[in-house]
Structures are given as structure tokens and as C-alpha cells.
């Protein structure tokens, strides 16, 4: 079977989902979208309001801001893969609880059984939490062996990136930018292999 039908048999499971509570107040399922034999897959927390009400993740502020990250580095959304841990919007945007995540996480390890990227890139602590544990103060912007050859490299999530709009030296911002061009660096690599 092709990695796209295999694909698209998780995302249609993941539609008529009804593992945990957050089935009951979705308005959409937001599986996740790009690219599913990039080296990069991106992973956030969990839909927000825009992503809920689209069915594509990063689409809202946090997203658009997601998207001129990736822009400054030279990456292109559609090459990459993104998705979230949890696929359906948690309400009021809180953090999904352990027993969502758990409900869910069986989708999130499908799609990288199936893309089976070189780097894993959680953005913020819950997606990190989700595959190592630790602060993403303390981890963002290095990487970490996780399973097989498969490395995490953690970042700071667009939304955290909101909050703080510093863009003085040390600052979040300064310091994404710092990630993100490390990141491209080691796709550039993995691209010319």
C-alpha cells in the first residue's frame, strides 16, 4: 500500500474519532497537512479556534506567524509536514489534558510510521513533553535521539512567540531565529544526501 493511501486511512480514522471529550465540541478534526515524505515533520500542541473552524493546522495568528518563520529560513510550508498532537480543538484553546493526549497519540505515531522523518520538531512544552521530557527553555534549539535515527529538535511555539514580543538578543524571537536557520541547515544537509 502507498504511503498517501496509508495516509489518507489515518486521517479519515481520526474523522469520526470519538476517543475522548474533545470529539464532543469540535467543529472540525484537524489531522495535519504537507508534504508526507518530508525530512521535517512539525508538531504542535492542538488546534486552535481558526484551525478548528478550517481543518488545517497553523492557520490562525500563531500560524501566520509560523509561516513567516519558516519564509525567513527559506523553507516552504508545502515541503514539510505539520500536525498536532491532539486533532481536535481543546476548548478555550486550554492545554489538552493527559488522558486527550493519550486518546489521541496512536494518530500522531501513525503519521510518523508513515512519513518517517529525520527530525521531529515539537513546538513548545506539551508537543515536547509528548516525545521527550523537559523544559523547552532549556532544550529548544538542540537535538535530541529520540526513536531509530529519528532526532527531536525542539522550538518555541509561534503562540508563545506572540506573548513575547521581544526581538532583543536572547529573547525568544532572536532565539527562534537562531533555530530555525540550524534547522534548515540540517535539511539542506539531509536534502543533499
Not at 471529550?21 to 512539525?42: A, C, M, Q, W, Y
Not at 484553546?93 to 489521541?104: G, M, S, T, W
Request: proline share 7%; hydrophobic share 35%.
Amino acid at each position: 500500500m502507498k504511503d498517501e493511501d496509508l495516509m489518507k486511512i489515518i486521517e479519515e480514522r481520526i474523522s469520526y474519532c470519538t476517543a475522548c471529550d474533545l470529539s464532543k465540541t469540535r467543529t472540525k478534526v484537524v489531522p495535519g497537512e504537507g508534504n508526507i515524505h518530508s525530512p521535517i515533520v512539525f508538531v504542535g500542541e492542538g488546534p486552535g479556534e481558526d484551525e478548528d473552524l478550517s481543518g488545517r493546522p497553523f492557520v490562525g495568528r500563531a500560524g501566520q506567524l509560523f509561516d513567516k518563520i519558516l519564509e525567513s529560513a527559506g523553507f516552504v510550508r508545502k515541503d514539510l509536514y505539520i500536525t498536532n498532537v491532539v486533532k481536535c480543538r481543546p476548548p478555550d484553546n486550554r492545554v489538552p489534558h493527559q488522558d486527550e493526549i493519550l486518546a489521541c497519540s496512536h494518530f500522531l505515531m501513525a503519521q510518523i510510521a508513515v512519513i518517517n522523518p529525520k527530525i521531529i520538531v515539537p513546538l513548545g512544552s506539551t508537543a515536547l513533553n509528548f516525545f521527550i521530557s523537559g523544559s523547552i527553555s532549556e532544550m529548544r534549539g538542540k537535538f535530541f535521539d529520540w526513536k531509530g535515527e529519528i532526532k527531536i529538535f525542539p522550538m518555541f511555539h509561534p503562540s508563545y512567540l506572540l506573548r513575547n514580543q521581544s526581538k532583543a538578543p536572547g529573547s525568544p524571537k532572536a532565539l527562534t531565529w537562531d533555530d530555525i536557520r540550524v534547522l534548515k541547515k540540517a535539511y539542506d544537509e539531509i536534502k543533499e544526501k
